[in-house]
């Protein structure tokens, strides 16, 4: 396959790449073998090849690396745009009921469109909580498989005050098993485009007991963990009042057993020095969901703190606390927060947009230890690509303002893109089905 575009990444949170008219090649097991500026590859043999995209005459065809989605809930997206004031009382009243109903056959068509939608965004990866259920987490995986996406999921795991479980100990009996079964079946599926990650959902609706044992399917199955952790004051509060002996919420998370270079927390905006410390020194990593952390007054997230601290960081929509699962929109939400932070003191960095698509790409890929596999379009990697129009990003359909350098170009991405841009999107080489 190959594809004539031009290709913008951004490798590290400093280099943008770009090349205007740019050749990218990927071999028959969806590796990119080449990529690199037309001038140089374009020759007669590579010319008789079939070009894989059949672009709109007048489009700009710019090829990204795919978007990695760190955070997101499917079974929440019906119920984006819930107005509350805050986190407690908005997954009691909309989030929890939302899930409650997500199960049983007749999941496939909102699974089937939520996969469609992270597709349109150009998401090629994505890190999801499914709800408690086995059968619908089961069926996420399946419909992920026929669509081609890579994702790691999860069934959501709680045993405490959460939909009301009559017997907590029954309800941890149960979650336990159905996430061992899930793990053990779905982990490194469909040719390693799929992986389970064990889901606690917070340590306000899970027990020590269940968080224990979730760390340790964590670890015999080699899956990944997934949580939240320090979003909201009053969700912060309950943890210490729920764990009195524990010196603070990642604390909470030391004593599980959950911290760790496989485990990434949602969040984390309200840390002490010493709880970046114990996610720093654990290799933990974290998804910075900005759109979420505004949508439900949670707080402004301190990212550079976070970064200079050594945890990896990527960015999670948090669908449905954040409104969209437009990583562009996640990206400009990231930007803002910071720029916030620096009005009100002004020795907070500026996050740019270049540093933002790194975020969205290379930054995701290796929170999740996938950084040697993509996130880039160096040659090596497999070929996670996303093909967008360029002048349906630009005002006017970019009649009117060609695109000037490659930090014009990532701007005007991360202010203006979205689903209208995109044209197609490939997973390890192969394009994603997407009615
Ligand atoms: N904390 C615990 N569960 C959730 C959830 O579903 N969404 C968000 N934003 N925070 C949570
Ligand atoms: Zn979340």
Redo the contacts with the bound molecule.
Sequence with gaps: MIIRASLLDAPTPDTLRFVEDGILIVDHTGTITTSGPASELLTEALLTEDEVFDAPKDARLLCLPGLIDLHT?LP?YPVVARCEEA?LPW?KRH?FPAELDFQGPGQRSLIEAFFDELLANGTTTAVL?AAVWEDSTALAFEIAAEKGIRAVIGKMMMDEGSYGEAHPAEARRKSLDETRRLAEQWHGANNGLLDYTVSP??A??CSMELMKEAAAIAADTGCLIQT?LS??TA?IAAVRERFPDRSSYTDVYREAGLLGPRSIF??AIHLSDRELDLLASSGSRVAH?PT?NLF?N?GLCPLHSLRQAGIPVGLGS?V???PELNLWQVMRSAIETQAVRRMQDGSIPVLNPADALYLATMGGATALGKDHLIGSLDPGKEADLLLLDLNRVLPLGGRFSPPSDANAIATALVYRGGPHATLATFTRGRRNSRR
Excluded: K, M, P, W
Aim: glycine fraction near 8%; hydrophobic fraction near 40%; charge should be negative.
């Design positions: 809930h929440q986190l997954l989030i909580y959902r917070f306000v609706t939240h979003e909201n969700e949602g969040h969901c979420a439900l949670s948090d449905a606390a954040g």
